[in-house]
């Protein structure tokens, strides 16, 4: 809408009567509201800390904490920082959310796609774990785990032998693991460089085949190459393999707790409960045409789905699959439940010695923050990256 002007150069009737004022405007009125809010909520915070005679700031995470940690993947005693013991939260938070969300995509996806199985005991399973596992709370699932499931288990001295390669019992589960140290470091870094070389190397090989409608040989003997050196360096790394001693327990594994393996069985199977529904709608989502084409040219129902289906059912499953990723991750503070060392837990026991929940728990907040902000960009660029691209 054009402004007239009047006589004076500036017609206020006219100015009423535009979009573009109002539209600029409303969003004024609500900058302005939103500032309002925060400066009233941080006068009041700043007179009620004044009144208590508190001075809010962060200088405290440089005091001795005085309180240990039952697990920490970097090494922590008591007497180091509460901000060294927040740190050790977090990267345990961390173990937890990534093994959870590899884990739960697992999980999920087996049962999405199980639930268009031809045999019928199959699609009954998964099903039932489905409406099962989607309407129980998740604080009793996790109750479940850590008493009736790996708290049934044997005493230390009746532990469970796993081939040899693992042992339950009710203190955690110890599996054959890469011995710590440089060697194994670096030769898990050098897997995951090998792993990304083969996805561009397959997107290559993809592209030689689309567009120029070649065999991509080439592509496939480099990606077999890259696979075989990453197999190499995977038996490489000097696994240490668990031997039971005299009496009960373990040796020369890796020990998860019970606190750790509880949690990470609740989040798992109770997340991807979630994502087998969002798989499963994905699915779907595509046309039956295109399962009807497939089966045309003689491919099996696993090709089908396989090298059809459940490429394009990307499209439809990744951005909803972002909010349980999130889900989990924030989900993961419920492990304080069952006395897991994560970041809440050792954040609560902070502000309860130092007196500043404040300041903690604005800690709290941006540590999830960025969490989840880090989880939603991969999975928006992985979003983009399946998107269907116009020629």
Request: glycine share 10%.
């Amino acid at each position: 809408m054009t402004i007239e002007p009047s006589r004076n150069g500036f017609n206020p009737a006219a100015l009423l009567r535009d979009e573009r004022f109002w539209k600029i405007a409303f969003q004024v009125i609500v900058v302005a509201i939103v500032v309002g809010i925060f400066t009233f909520l941080i006068g009041n915070l700043s007179g009620n800390l004044e009144r208590q005679g508190i001075d809010f700031g962060f200088g405290f995470l440089s005091n001795q904490a005085g309180f240990s940690i039952g697990e920490s993947a970097v090494q922590y005693n008591p007497q180091d920082a509460y901000g060294k013991a927040l740190f050790v939260g977090l990267l345990n938070t961390l173990i937890l959310v990534v093994a959870g969300i590899i884990l739960a995509t697992l999980v999920g996806t087996a049962a999405g796609i199980a639930s268009f199985s031809t045999n019928w005991l199959v699609y009954k399973i998964s099903r039932a774990y489905v409406g099962l596992v989607r309407n129980i709370p998740l604080l009793l699932q996790l109750f479940f785990w850590y008493f009736a499931v790996y708290g049934g288990l044997p005493s230390p001295v009746n532990q469970i032998d796993v081939f040899g390669l693992a042992y339950l019992n009710n203190r955690g589960v110890y599996l054959f693991w890469p011995a710590n140290g440089p060697r194994a470091w670096i030769g898990l870094a050098a897997i995951a460089v090998g792993a990304i070389a083969a996805f561009f190397v397959w997107r290559w090989r993809t592209h030689v085949r689309v567009e120029k409608g070649e065999p991509g040989k080439t592509q496939s003997y480099i990606l077999w190459a890259i696979l075989a050196v990453m197999l190499v360096i995977f038996l490489g790394l000097g696994w240490q393999i668990p031997e039971p001693v005299e009496g009960g327990g373990v040796t020369g594994a890796k020990r998860f707790s019970r606190e750790y393996v509880a949690s990470l069985s609740a989040l798992v199977f109770y997340t991807g409960a979630f994502i087998a529904e969002i798989v499963r709608a994905g699915i779907q989502s595509v046309s039956k045409g295109q399962w009807e084409a497939a089966r045309s040219v003689g491919l099996v129902n696993g090709l089908v789905m396989r090298l059809v289906v459940f490429p394009q059912a990307m499209r439809v499953i990744i951005p909803p699959l972002n909010s349980e990723f999130m889900n989990l991750a924030k989900n993961s503070s419920l492990a304080f439940a069952v006395a897991y060392p994560e970041i809440y837990a050792v954040a609560n026991t902070t502000y309860n010695q130092t007196g500043r929940p404040v300041e903690v728990f604005l800690v709290l907040m941006a540590t999830y923050l960025v969490i989840n902000l880090i989880i939603s960009l991969a999975m928006n660029q992985l979003n983009q990256a399946v998107q269907f691209k116009e020629r």
